[in-house]
């Protein structure tokens, strides 16, 4: 025979219910973040101190790659990353990578980055609300010239290679047209 569960048990199990159903809900924020649309606002102050924002990038391509030191497939991609980025700067390419370490594990996050010539940032330091709730990483966003968000890290596969870069960012760095 069982025992029948106790009003404060039933709170408890309808409570962690709601807390669990709350979480798996999109962030409001992330309402404004859509693939071909223009890029909400943001502001990233980088680990030397420069601050990104969608106006100090006009012009650029910018990837925004979120990590972490204690995730494996984050530091799998960051290699390809940095060849990307090697091969494609100089045509108009910035990336930055953003760690979801505390603040705390700066030195192993400045460790993590030795090999790599992209900025690094804590997520503390960036203001990324409207990108929405982070979950997951690792997650990687693709602005566009003009500020268009044309890679949206919330779908499709999270992991990015050599052969997603190409495919998705080299044919953002195709030469503007000149005006005349």
């Known amino acids: 025979m069982y025992a029948p569960i106790s009003r404060i048990c039933k709170m408890k199990i ?3 219910f709601c807390i669990a159903f709350c979480a798996c809900l999109p962030s409001a924020h992330a309402a404004d973040l859509a693939t071909g649309k223009p890029v909400p606002a943001f502001e990233i102050k980088t680990l030397a101190g420069q601050s990104i924002t969608p106006a100090s990038v006009k012009g650029r391509v910018l990837v925004i790659n979120l990590w972490a030191t204690w995730c494996p497939p984050c530091r799998k991609e960051m ?3 940095e060849e990307f980025y090697r091969q494609h700067h100089g045509q ?8 979801l370490d505390d603040r705390s594990d700066i030195e192993a996050v400045k460790q993590a980055m030795q090999p790599f010539s992209f900025p690094a940032a804590l997520e503390k330091d960036a203001d990324l609300q ?3 709730r982070i979950w997951r990483v690792p997650v990687t966003f693709v602005i566009d010239r003009n500020g268009i968000l044309r890679h949206n890290g919330w779908e499709g596969d999270p992991l990015v290679d050599m052969a997603v870069l190409e495919k998705t960012v080299a044919p953002l760095l195709a030469p503007l047209p000149a005006n005349n």
């Open 14 to 16: 309808y409570l962690l």
């Open 92 to 99: 108009g390419l910035d990336v930055v990578a953003v760690s």
């Open 130 to 132: 409207r990108f929405g």
């Open 79 to 81: 290699p390809a990353i």
